[in-house]
């Protein structure tokens, strides 16, 4: 059984993925394939939906309510004995510039600009490419298979012609 869902909003991928893990925890075989923007903030991958609005993040929890992590499509993958993830969405960060930055409200009212958005943990807040998924592919069991588009911190190749990405072109020979 096939899904397919293409430029999809957050609510329409959030709601896709809830349907696709119910059909996931029957079958013997659980695979998302995701292609499209990718962007990593801290040790976190997240895969951006066509309705991602870079000018209204804040917060971190606004940019968890607003993307889609990694962690969520490999929980979404279920209780399948073999699962596999593929995220061809290592792209250059379109929005590392807007999203590295923040108005800071001054005591006076003003605003104060250039000021690095805090993250987490202390961990760098935006980066190039997806980060490794280092501590949580050895939680991930011997049945899950991911498979990136790039090395950690790389940036994927686009196609010249503006056809299927190299990585995916790749794939289908």
Request: charged share 25%; with cysteine.
């Amino acid at each position: 059984q096939t899904t397919v869902s293409a430029n999809r909003t957050n609510e329409q991928m959030r709601a896709d993925l809830l349907a696709f893990r119910r059909r996931a925890d029957a079958a013997d075989v659980a695979l998302v394939y995701f292609a499209g923007h990718g962007m990593r903030v801290g040790q976190t991958n997240w895969l951006l939906p066509t309705d991602f609005d870079a000018a209204s993040i804040a917060s971190d929890e606004d940019f968890e309510a607003r993307a889609i992590s990694h962690r969520t499509i490999l929980r979404e993958l279920g209780r399948a004995p073999t699962r596999i993830a593929v995220f061809d969405a290592c792209r250059d960060n379109p929005f590392i510039d807007e999203l590295q930055v923040m108005a800071v409200e001054n005591v006076d009212g003003s605003a104060s600009k250039n000021v690095k958005r805090p993250h987490k943990n202390d961990q760098p807040a935006i980066s190039r490419g997806l980060a490794d998924f280092g501590n949580v592919r050895d939680n991930l069991g011997k049945e899950t298979f991911v498979a990136f588009a790039a090395a950690p911190g790389k940036v994927a190749l686009d196609p010249a012609n503006g056809a299927y990405s190299v990585f995916t072109a790749g794939l289908l020979n």
